[in-house]
């Protein structure tokens, strides 16, 4: 009897190591040719995001499917990059923290803007398949078929969002100021959370797609932009099947969300994910444009 327990509790801690989730700090660089339609502020971006991707390639590999053959990787040594189609669901790891601020230096080769990325952060290996929902920023209108990147000072903004199991949704916006919003739990919201059902097709931000009994207590938000060259500003999505609740932030006036640094969002939002290895987090990227700026 007691060699069995023995046993078993050996294949219980075996088991454990073997299925754990590595985690591990990593610096990498990237260099990014920019195409001439492509702005700086959008350049330097999507050279940071192919950084961390490049840093979660080289340290854990990557999942390959037919449909990107122009991508080669290699489970442990370096990752060659051809083609940039992947996205963050298709290397087995995940960002889960930047440490520091990235850096971006600019040059430009036969009238070519150059950006070269330097990134460290923490990031975390995906064992097993991560989990997937659906979730749309919409502009002027509620269905998908309006899904945009690209605002226009006074453009209504809305999300879709859809997840195969029930859990707990938070929705932040990141301006150019480095100041966080909360875009979801609504202001009114005295619990903190938002609980979504499995398979339920939500509309956020719109008081049309709520009972009527709850339409006061819906933000309906227009985007505005003063910048002549416009801004860039990211939206993060942020669900879990557990519980958890919103950051600790501040009351602005009546036409503002509630607001926090991006240093203490981002401190929250690495804590819950260091807590909870079923959160996901997906971040989209939109434009504003001013109108007098065209």
Known sequence: M?????????????SRKAFSQR????????????PRNISPEEAERIAIER?????????FGTIVSQNNSTFIASGNGKSQVEFFSLGGSEVKGEWIETIGIPRCITSFEKGMLVVKAIVEGRIREIISAPLDFKAKVLCNGTEDKFEQDEFKDGD??????????DGYLAVYLLDNNRRAYCLLPYRNNTE???????????????????????????????????????????????FSPNLFTKALDNDTDSLLPRELDYEDFQKWLV???????????????????NNNGE
């Open 156 to 165: 209504d903004l809305y999300l879709s969002f859809q997840s195969p199991v």
């Open 192 to 238: 903190g959370r938002v609980c979504v059902k499995c398979n339920i097709a939500y509309v956020f931000f719109s008081s049309k797609h709520v009972p009527a009994v709850e339409a006061s207590l819906v933000d309906e938000y227009t985007l505005t932009c003063d910048r002549s060259n416009g801004e860039l500003n990211q939206i993060f999505i942020i």
């Open 23 to 34: 985690e591990m700090t990593v610096k990498e660089e990237y260099i990014y040719y920019a």
């Open 271 to 289: 804590n819950c994910r260091k807590r909870d290895k079923e959160m996901r987090v997906e971040t989209k990227y939109i434009t504003i444009k």
């Open 51 to 59: 950084a961390k991707i490049n840093a979660i390639a080289n340290a």
């Open 2 to 14: 007691v060699r069995c327990f023995l046993f078993f509790l050996f294949l219980l801690l075996f």
